[in-house]
C-alpha cells in the first residue's frame, strides 16, 4: 500500500513556534546541584497541534542532528496547561503503604537522597498515530513520528525515596500524581500514572533506575517538561513518566486515575467491559523511522544517504542491533550504520547509502534488537492509535 503520513494540507495546518513556552518559572533563579543561574525557559522549534495546553512535535530532521536531544527539539506532550509551582514553598508528598509517610522540599530531595543520571529515550505512546490512522482512523492528536527524544535526566532514585518512607509488605504498584488539573467531562483532576513495584525498585546491571528527575541534559527541568520534579521511567511510555509530581501514594494495585484505567489501553471497541480488562501499556515496543530526507525532498536516481531513529524495546540490556532499508519493497535489505552507542532504554541513530532508481516508489526501515528480535512489518489496530511500530514507510518520487 502507498501512503504518506505527510501531505502538505498537514504541515499547513500546523506552523512553527519560536517562542517561550509555559514561561511560568521564567526568570527565577534556582540553585540545585552544581548550578546557580537564571533559569530562561528554552525557546522550542517545534510543529505545533496545540498550543493550550502545549502539543508539539519537532520536524523529523532534527531529531538526527544528536543522539542527546536538545530541549529545543524535545516534543511536548501535555493534557492541561502548565500549572505554576513555587519551588520554595512546594513539598513533593509520599503516601500509601509506608511505614513514615513523608513531605519533602526540593531542597530535601536533594540534600538526603544521593544524585543520579539516566539517559533515556522518552516517547509517547501515539507516535506515529498519523500512519496507524492510515490503516483505519484513531482518535487522538495525529503524531507524526516526532513525540520522541533522548535526554540526560538528573535527579534521585524514585527507590530511594521508597526505602527512606519504607515499604508496607503488600505493597505492589506506585502511583504518580501530577498538581495539574484536567478537565474532561465536568470533572476536574489530576493527570497520573502507577507502575509496578518491580519497576519502581529496578536498578540495572548498568545502573538505571526509575528517577525522579530535577535536571533534564544537565539543566533544570523545564516548565513545560515537568518543573520542578516528574518521574522518568526508562523503558516505558511517556505517559507513565509524570510531569510536575506533586504525590506518591504506594499500593497493593494499579492507579485508578483516568490514564491508567481508561487511557493507554489497547482496545478496539472501547466499551467498558473490554476497557476494564485490558492491562495498562507499560513498556514501549522495538520501532524505527526515517527522519532524513524528508517527505517531500526532490530526489534523483543514484545514491541516497539515509537516516533516521531506531528504539529498542523498553526492557532492561535490550539495545537495537541492526536497521535495515528496503527500496524495493521490502525484497532486499541493506544494512544501516549505526551512529551512536548500544545503551537500553535509548534510541540508536543510523544511517545508510541506498540506490535509488525510477522504480523506488518507498524507503522502507525496520529494527532488530540484541535479542533477535524484528521490528514487525504491520501491526494490529487499535482505537487510540497506541504503540504504532510497523515498518515505516517513506514514499519518494525519482525526478530525472
Ligand atoms: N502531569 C502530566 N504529566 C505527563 C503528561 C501530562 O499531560 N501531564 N503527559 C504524559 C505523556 S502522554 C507524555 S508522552 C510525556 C511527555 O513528556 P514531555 O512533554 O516532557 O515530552 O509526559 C507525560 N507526563
Ligand atoms: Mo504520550
Redesign the pocket.
Known amino acids: 500500500m502507498q501512503f504518506s503520513p505527510f501531505s502538505e494540507e498537514n504541515l499547513n495546518r500546523r506552523q512553527w513556534i519560536n517562542a517561550a513556552a509555559g514561561g511560568a518559572a521564567a526568570g527565577l533563579i534556582h540553585q540545585g546541584r552544581g548550578f546557580t543561574f537564571e533559569q530562561q525557559p528554552a525557546a522550542k522549534q517545534l510543529l505545533v497541534h496545540s498550543h493550550t ?1 502545549l502539543n508539539a512535535e519537532p520536524e523529523l530532521s532534527h531529531l538526527v542532528e544528536s543522539w542527546q536531544t536538545p530541549v529545543k527539539h ?7 496547561p502548565v500549572p505554576e509551582v513555587d519551588r520554595e514553598t512546594f513539598r513533593l508528598k509520599v503516601q500509601g503503604m509506608v511505614h513514615q509517610e513523608l513531605s519533602l522540599s526540593m531542597d530535601e530531595l536533594d540534600d538526603r537522597i544521593p544524585a543520579t543520571e539516566v539517559t533515556a529515550t ?5 507516535n506515529r498515530r498519523r500512519e496507524h490512522s492510515l490503516v483505519r482512523q484513531t482518535g487522538g492528536l495525529q503524531w507524526a513520528a516526532g ?1 520522541i ?1 533522548n535526554a540526560r535526566w538528573g535527579g534521585v532514585r524514585l527507590a530511594d525515596v521508597l526505602r527512606l518512607a519504607g515499604l508496607k509488605s503488600g505493597a505492589k504498584h506506585v502511583w504518580f500524581e ?1 498538581v ?1 488539573r ?1 478537565e474532561k467531562k465536568g470533572h476536574t483532576f ?2 497520573g ?1 502507577s507502575i509496578p513495584m518491580a519497576k519502581a525498585l529496578e536498578k540495572t546491571e548498568n545502573g538505571n533506575s526509575t528517577l525522579l528527575a530535577t535536571t533534564m541534559n544537565g539543566l533544570p527541568l523545564p516548565p ?3 518543573f520542578p520534579v ?1 518521574t522518568v521511567v526508562p523503558g516505558y ?9 506533586g504525590r506518591i501514594v504506594v499500593s497493593d494495585r494499579p492507579s485508578e486515575n483516568h490514564y491508567v484505567a481508561n487511557a493507554y489501553k489497547l482496545v478496539v471497541n472501547g466499551d467498558p467491559g473490554e476497557l476494564s480488562a485490558a492491562p495498562p501499556v507499560y513498556a514501549f515496543p522495538i520501532n524505527s523511522a526515517i527522519c532524513l530526507p524528508g517527505a517531500h525532498a526532490k530526489l534523483v536516481r543514484g545514491e541516497l544517504t539515509v537516516r533516521g531513529y531506531a528504539l529498542p524495546p523498553g526492557e532492561s540490556g535490550r539495545t537495537i542491533s541492526r536497521v535495515e532499508i528496503s527500496t524495493d519493497g521490502g525484497h532486499d535489505w541493506h544494512r544501516a550504520a549505526l551512529l551512536s552507542p548500544a545503551q537500553e532504554f535509548c534510541w540508536r541513530l543510523w544511517q545508510a547509502t541506498v540506490p535509488l532508481n525510477s522504480m523506488t516508489k518507498q524507503l522502507i526501515v525496520r529494527a532488530v534488537d540484541s535479542n533477535g528480535i524484528v521490528q514487525p512489518e504491520t501491526v494490529d489496530w487499535n482505537l487510540k492509535g497506541y504503540l504504532y511500530n510497523a515498518w515505516y514507510h517513506l514514499p519518494v518520487q525519482i525526478g530525472t
Not at 524535545?74 to 492541561?80: L, P
Open positions: 495546553p524535545f516534543y511536548v506532550r501535555s493534557h492541561a522518552l516517547t509517547c505512546a501515539g513525540p527524544g501530577s495539574d484536567i489530576p493527570f500514572a513545560d517538561h515537568g516528574r511510555v511517556g505517559a507513565r513518566s509524570v510531569k510536575w509530581l
